[in-house]
C-alpha cells in the first residue's frame, strides 16, 4: 500500500530527481549543522527522497539509514549514491513498521521536507514512533513547509507550535527554531525549521 503522503512524487521522479541533488546538503541544514554529532554515529533520514543528505553523511563517516516510501526517489538514490553504505528502507510514515520492526535507535534523526504530508490524526500517531528511535543524547531536525502545495501532492499546513508540542510530549526538547525562505525560491512558499534533543 501506497504511504500517505507520497502521492504525486513518483509520477514526477525523473524532475524531482535532478532538484533535490542540485541542493547542497551544508545549505540545506546550515542552521543546524553545529547540532549535528561531529563524531561517527547512527543517522537515519526518513523521507530521505534521493538520499542527498543521506549521502553526505554516510561520507562525514556516518552509518546511514534511509526510509523512503517512493520507490521511483528510492530506486534512483541506491543507484547514485551506491558509493555510500545507505542501509535503505522501504517504509512510510505514521506508522514505519519495517523501521519499528528493527528496534534500533539513531543519534540523528532527519525529517527534511516530510512532517507536511502527515494530517494531524497521522502527526499524533507518527511523533511517538519517531520520539521512540532516538537515542539518549540524539537529536531530531525537521523542516516544515509553508504554503500553496503543488498539484497532485498531499499536504496540511502545519505549524512549529504543534509540532513542539507533540515532540514534549514524547520527551523532546525544543533546541532551535527557525524560519526561512524557500531555497528554491518558489512563489508563497517558506519553512520552519525545528532541532529537539532527547536528554541524555
Ligand atoms: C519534499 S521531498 C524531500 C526529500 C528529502 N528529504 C530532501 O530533502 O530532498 C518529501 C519526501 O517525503 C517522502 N514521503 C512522503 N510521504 C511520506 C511518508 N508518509 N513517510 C515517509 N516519507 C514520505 C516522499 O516520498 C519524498 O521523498
Known sequence: MRASGTQGYGEAAAVLTEEYEKLDFARVHRD???????????????????????????????????????AELRSFGERAHADCAIAWLDDGL??????????????????????????????????PLVAARVAPGGLVVMSLRH????????????????????????GLRLVHRGARDDMRGRAGVHWTYLGFARPA
Open 147 to 170: 504554503g500553496p502545495v503543488p498539484p497532485g501532492r498531499r499536504m496540511f499546513e502545519v505549524t512549529g507550535d504543534e509540532t513542539a508540542g507533540l515532540a514534549a510530549a514524547c
Open 94 to 127: 505514521p506508522d514505519l513498521p519495517r523501521l519499528t520492526a528493527l528496534n534500533l535507535e539513531y543519534d540523528l534523526i532527519l525529517l527534511t521536507a516530510v512532517w507536511m504530508h502527515l494530517d494531524a490524526t497521522e502527526r499524533a500517531r507518527a511523533m
Open 32 to 70: 543546524t549543522l553545529h547540532l549535528f554529532p561531529q563524531s561517527p554515529c547512527r543517522v537515519l533520514d526518513i523521507g530521505a527522497g534521493t538520499g542527498r543528505d543521506a549521502a553526505a553523511l554516510s561520507r562525514l563517516g556516518h552509518r546511514v539509514t534511509a526510509v523512503e516510501p517512493t
